[in-house]
């Protein structure tokens, strides 16, 4: 096949056959992505030590999101899928993502009708949704919400979902102690925040300024970049640019944050730490390996769709949750942000979307 | 050659390149005694007066940098801005040749996204840099390609079809990377973004060169004259016994080869692919054409004002982060600036022109 480095004599004769295996590769498999088997985090299914998970009455679960179109929103689906085909008795009926509030309204209707035993819904937008599943609800099925909140209790059963307050407050009480550690006394901290307009995002930035303040620091600079790698690559350059010298960093989102960290190598600074927001498997390996600046990641779990569809599930059998005391479901369930360091990233890996 | 923008008036374009709307010649008949020529010089007094507006709003954006910011003026930062031109800037050379032929290509981001994500599959990744290149130059002279036999020969509009490219690319992109990132593990690609040469980053260089050789065959080659002649009036191109197809499919080839160079670029410089980068690039590209004085319409233009164009956007971001402004700052600004930049380019023409 086309080796690199091959001698002078036969140049014209591999850049030939390069291009014309090149072209065949091309036709024939470059689309290929499959390295190692992708691992799902839904293994956790034994541990409750409970007889929840035995057979129980057979439910179908309907299951909408939006378009998986980033890494955390494909997992999203991913683990919620995964988790569903553990179960015997739950009959899975996912509709296809979309960013389309209406088509995704429409979708949520179409599972209605089909009187599905319980609802999943991470709905594109909170507020739109809204009406729709209050239908479903008025129709007797029962609705778990997953992360976007919609406006009134009327329209779920019971909200699972992540913290975005928290998950800024993790990162900045994780920089504040670490730069009080090492003694330094007046930090430039810096902040590359997702998409602005969203409240996630000002969420995120409200947490992020308080866990400083506890320490007595703020923020120095801080810009807004898209989610994107490109985007994120662009924002640090100019960042680095701005600031001569950096303490810490937080990067809302590991998958923008590939494109911040190849900034900071392009740049060759390395005076500073960064810590790293979602928790992507790339981002965790890492903070594993210990030769970037990234030195953590603050988690935003990608398998709460996975406890949503077991919440569904159980609320379908009319089941509670077997660790806890009482009959009923809890009406919301915000999960924990936690701090993943070199420390304790073995035991966060395995949950990590790619 | 100077009869190609003086173009006899009346005999509207052929509809199959979508400029159906008859401003585009009136426009050009009404306005090209004064600065009708068809050869745009490069450092001769007309490409000079031409863009003496947009330099203009350069030098000012300059001096609003230099003295709001100590960081601005250094030439570190200098190739900060460069660097960040680079990519958008190699597209735009292709969207520059696609207007002045009377086209126009939306679905730039989209190629970019795709040539980045096929280039960073595990498969393609494992003929390590050469396979990485090729398949990235490929994949984006191919749906150049497709785009251009699709407008040629099946008559439709430039407008539906690269739209159509840009869902149909995009797509393709998110179906072969799952929606996630693919980060570069071959480390003599990922090196293409942080390599210098003679102290400037091998970006640069790589942008350099192709404005260089993009100005050539603008201006100084019969596939320059020839796509002016078919921008400015179809028809009399057609007439004149140019074979319009055929230089239309080769058009659009160019334009997806420049934003094969792009991905790969891009993915150098994020080091990694994604079917999310590339986003709004199209927007990006042809705003800094118009802004660069070519007609949307077709039949005039300057390559060199595309650059400018370029520049004073990565110069408007950079000083905007230099600064620690916020986004919402940064949009009503940017908005601002390009209408300001627009008017002073119009305003330097007309006392330009006698």
Not at chain 1, 22 to 42: E, F, K, P, Y
Not at chain 2, 110 to 119: D, K
Request: net charge positive.
């Amino acid at each position: 096949m086309d080796k690199r480095g091959l001698g002078g004599l036969d140049r014209r004769r591999l850049l030939l056959g390069g291009a014309v295996l090149g072209g065949g590769a091309l036709i024939a498999g470059c689309t290929s992505n499959q390295s190692d088997a992708s691992t799902s985090d839904v293994n956790a299914a034994g541990k409750a030590g409970t007889d929840n998970d035995k057979p129980g009455k057979p439910v179908s679960i309907g299951f909408s999101a939006p378009a998986a179109d980033h890494g955390w929103m494909a997992a999203i689906t991913k683990n919620a899928m995964a988790q569903a085909k553990q179960y015997s008795d739950v009959h899975f009926e996912a509709v296809e993502g979309t960013n389309d509030v209406n088509a995704q309204i429409s979708q949520v209707q179409t599972l209605i009708g089909k009187k599905v035993d319980a609802l999943v819904i991470l709905p594109f937008d909170g507020k739109a949704l809204t009406a729709v599943a209050q239908q479903a609800m008025d129709a007797g099925i029962p609705v778990i919400n997953v992360d976007r909140v919609f406006d009134t209790p009327l329209a779920y059963r019971s909200w699972v979902g992540g913290d975005n307050f928290g998950m800024g407050l993790n990162a900045g009480l994780y920089i504040g102690r670490t730069l009080k550690a090492k003694g330094v006394s007046a930090p430039v901290i810096g902040e590359i925040a997702g998409i602005d307009n969203l409240e996630l995002t000002r969420q995120r930035s409200a947490g992020f300024r308080r866990g400083l303040a506890k320490y007595g620091f703020h923020v120095g600079i801080r810009q807004a970049a898209n989610f994107t790698a490109d985007s994120g690559q662009q924002v640090m350059s100019n960042v680095l640019q701005a600031r001569s010298h950096l303490d810490a960093v937080w990067n809302h989102d590991d998958d923008q944050g590939i494109g911040v960290e190849a900034a900071i190598k392009q740049a060759n600074r390395s005076e500073f730490f960064m810590v790293g927001g979602a928790g992507s498997k790339h981002a965790m390996q890492e903070i594993k390996a210990d030769n970037s600046v990234l030195k953590a990641t603050v988690v935003y779990p990608s398998n709460m769709s996975a406890s949503a569809v077991r919440l569904a599930r159980l609320v379908a059998q009319h089941k509670g949750m077997s660790d806890l005391v009482g009959q009923d479901l809890p009406s919301s369930l915000t999960l924990f942000s936690a701090t993943v360091t070199k420390e304790n990233v073995d035991q966060y890996l395995p949950g990590a979307f790619s | 050659m100077s009869q190609q923008t003086s173009p006899p008036g009346g005999s509207g374009p052929l509809p199959a390149t979508g400029q159906g709307s008859p401003a585009g010649p009136v426009r050009q008949t009404g306005s090209s005694p004064g600065r009708g020529s068809g050869r745009p010089a490069f450092l001769g007094h007309m490409g000079r007066v031409r863009n003496l507006g947009l330099f203009v709003v350069l030098v000012l954006l300059c001096v609003v940098g230099a003295l709001s910011s100590d960081n601005f003026a250094t030439s570190q930062n200098a190739l900060v801005i460069l660097t960040s031109a680079a990519v958008i800037g190699v597209i735009t050379i292709g969207q520059t040749f696609v207007i002045i032929g009377g086209g126009i290509d939306l679905s730039v981001g989209a190629i970019v996204a795709l040539g980045s994500v096929w280039c960073t599959t595990v498969a393609t990744q494992s003929f390590g840099f050469g396979g990485m290149v090729f398949c990235a130059l490929a994949v984006g002279a191919v749906v150049g390609l497709v785009n251009g036999l699709i407008i040629a020969y099946g008559n439709i509009v430039a407008f539906i079809v690269t739209i159509a490219m840009m869902a149909s690319a995009r797509g393709l992109a998110e179906r072969i990377s799952d929606r996630q990132s693919q980060v570069v593990t071959v480390e003599s690609f990922n090196s293409l973004a942080s390599t210098r040469f003679l102290g400037i980053p091998l970006l640069v260089h790589i942008l350099a060169v192709a404005v260089l050789v993009g100005w050539v065959l603008l201006n100084r080659t019969t596939f320059g004259r020839r796509t002016f002649a078919i921008g400015g009036n179809q028809e009399a191109a057609r007439l004149a016994g140019l074979d319009v197809r055929r230089h239309t499919v080769m058009l659009y080839a160019l334009s997806g080869l420049c934003c094969g160079i792009a991905a790969i670029m891009l993915t150098a410089r994020t080091t990694s692919g994604a079917s999310n980068l590339g986003d709004l690039y199209e927007l990006d590209s042809i705003a800094a054409v118009i802004i660069g004085g070519t007609l949307l319409t077709g039949g005039r233009g300057s390559l060199v004002g595309s650059i400018l164009g370029v520049l004073v956007f990565t110069t408007i971001t950079n000083i905007f982060v230099l600064n620690n402004l916020t986004t919402d700052i940064q949009q009503i600004a940017k908005g601002l600036i390009i209408v300001a930049a627009v008017l002073i380019q119009r305003r330097g023409r007309r006392t330009a022109t006698p």
